[in-house]
């Protein structure tokens, strides 16, 4: 039985599509990445898995519950954390977890002071007190505490140091092996390929494609740039012109398979070339005078520049750093969507009805 179906998930804000026609299946005891840029419709997904919103057509089941019509018992089983948590900012960490547990009837306090320590935070201290990163890692303990069958995780590095991340990485590889399901949003392409099994890519609104890991890491281009030591170049010779190495070595890039968009600008060499022509790459240049070597990893602009071209790669760069654009609307409207208080204090997503805490 699948952990996840969706069928032709769509959903618009008037006029505006947030989701269109989404079908989405992820298998039991895999770990699956929705891979999209801000504003591709990722959160808008999973708040209609949850029933947090209503999709305007559609369907979907979580563990073979119906998510309208079983929503109550969908969320018994599932652990979930939310692209913006939402704090009772004057409840300490302890106080706050406590709280969260008893909506859901409880969770072991030894998995809980477990979680802790894996994410090093000290929870007596207040909530109002603690950093962005500190606050993350006291929402992953929320979503991991109640011991669930799928969690589902929107963004959920957001924050998090390098340390803290591969601390998170390990936390959902424990997961996996304990036969747990985990879905998760990113907008970081590394992130997905360290602890996904397969991934869904999203594109306004529609998905564009779903392949394993495995694939789209072979598909996957990086971005090399060399600089070589010049022997002189002729006095008469234009600004920026090539000198003989950069030449030789723009020579030897273009016989070698899976090299592409060369330039050239004075001893730069700035190309493209796909994982698994890497290292003869990087043996060709080895017999030429380099004098420094930048390999990068694709960005998600990358990634949908390789399977949809420039105009969707475009579509990427305008995103930015923003946060899902189709859904500033429905912001504050619905369940679980409800404005901050003056105190700045949130209720949270989670759960539906819950008292504020004091």
């Not at 999709?55 to 563990?63: E, M, W």
């Not at 969260?100 to 802790?116: C, Q, T």
């Not at 924050?159 to 959902?172: I, N, R, S, T």
């Not at 912001?331 to 949270?348: D, Y």
């Amino acid at each position: 039985m699948p952990a996840i179906v969706a069928e032709n998930l769509t959903k618009f804000y008037g006029r505006t599509r947030g989701i269109e026609n989404v079908n989405l299946e992820v298998r039991e005891g895999e770990v699956f990445g929705f891979l999209g840029p801000n504003g591709a419709g990722k959160t808008t997904t999973i708040r209609i898995l949850l029933d947090l919103i209503r999709p305007t057509r559609g369907r979907a089941a979580i563990l073979g519950l119906d998510t309208r019509q079983d929503s109550i018992a969908v969320r018994r089983r599932v652990g979930y954390l939310p692209g913006e948590p939402g704090f009772y900012d004057h409840l300490t960490g302890e106080e706050y977890l406590g709280y969260m547990a008893g909506l859901r009837g409880g969770a072991d306090p030894s998995r809980r002071k477990d979680l802790a320590q894996r994410l090093d935070i000290d929870l007596g201290r207040r909530i109002k007190a603690l950093s962005h990163g500190m606050k993350q890692k006291v929402a992953i303990i929320q979503a991991f505490m109640h011991d669930a069958d799928l969690l589902i995780l929107d963004e959920p590095t957001s924050g998090l140091d390098p340390l803290m991340q591969h601390a998170f990485y390990e936390l959902v590889r424990v997961e996996r092996a304990r036969g747990r399901t985990v879905f998760m949003s990113s907008h970081v392409l590394s992130e997905v390929e360290k602890v996904c099994d397969r991934v869904a890519i999203i594109r306004g609104g529609t998905i564009a494609v779903v392949e394993d890991v495995e694939t789209l890491t072979r598909k996957r281009v990086k971005k090399v740039q060399v600089t070589f030591a010049a022997p002189g170049a002729p006095s008469d010779a234009a600004p920026g012109a090539p000198s003989p190495a950069a030449s030789e070595a723009l020579t030897a890039a273009l016989t070698l398979p899976g090299v592409r968009d060369l330039s050239l600008k004075g001893d730069t060499a700035v190309f493209r070339v796909e994982t698994t022509a890497l290292g003869g790459v990087v043996k060709a240049l080895a017999a030429l005078p380099v004098t420094d070597l930048t390999i990068e990893n694709p960005s998600l602009e990358d990634i949908f520049f390789e399977y949809f071209g420039p105009e969707a790669a475009a579509e990427v760069a305008r995103a930015g750093d923003g946060d899902e654009s189709a859904e500033m609307g429905s912001r504050g409207a619905g369940r679980g969507g409800r404005r901050a208080s003056r105190t700045g204090a949130r209720r949270p997503t989670t759960g539906r009805g819950g008292r504020r805490a004091r």
